[in-house]
């Protein structure tokens, strides 16, 4: 059971790796030609770190960008079967009961067409306490 959510976790980043491949070029208004992004994801932030089995942790994000002011953050947070879509650059997730470490990711969107920042993937360690 646990190599089929492995295994389904991994088609999922890939897809959305791909989605960003594709999708990861700004647009301007005349005439569509790409040009380069503004936005930079400078890092993701977890709290507590390490997080211990069944507790709540908090991941922030911090982004770097010129012009927008409004995004939506989807995050893909381990043993979530949905992205969590959120307007603010936090979420929370629930530890497993089980302790490791855990693959997760993130992609912005300003509401612009074709705008998407890359997926950013970042790990969090689960413990026992």
């Known amino acids: 059971m646990k190599q089929v959510f492995v295994l389904q976790r991994f088609e999922l ?9 594709v999708a990861g070029c700004d647009y301007t208004q005349e005439g569509g030609e790409p040009t380069a992004g ?27 960008d010129s012009l927008d002011t409004r995004f939506r953050y989807y995050w893909v947070l381990a043993g979530q079967r949905d992205t969590v879509v959120t307007t603010t ?11 490791g470490t855990y693959e997760q990711g993130l992609m912005l969107d300003n509401g612009d067409r074709d705008y998407y920042r890359p997926l950013a993937g970042f790990r969090t360690i689960v413990v026992r306490r």
């Open 38 to 64: 503004q936005t930079r994801i400078l890092r993701i932030e977890q709290q507590p770190s390490p997080v211990a089995v069944g507790e709540t942790v908090t991941f922030r994000v911090v982004i770097e």
């Open 13 to 21: 980043l890939l897809s959305l790796s791909l989605v960003v491949l």
């Open 89 to 99: 650059n936090t979420v929370q997730w629930k530890a497993p009961s089980t302790p």
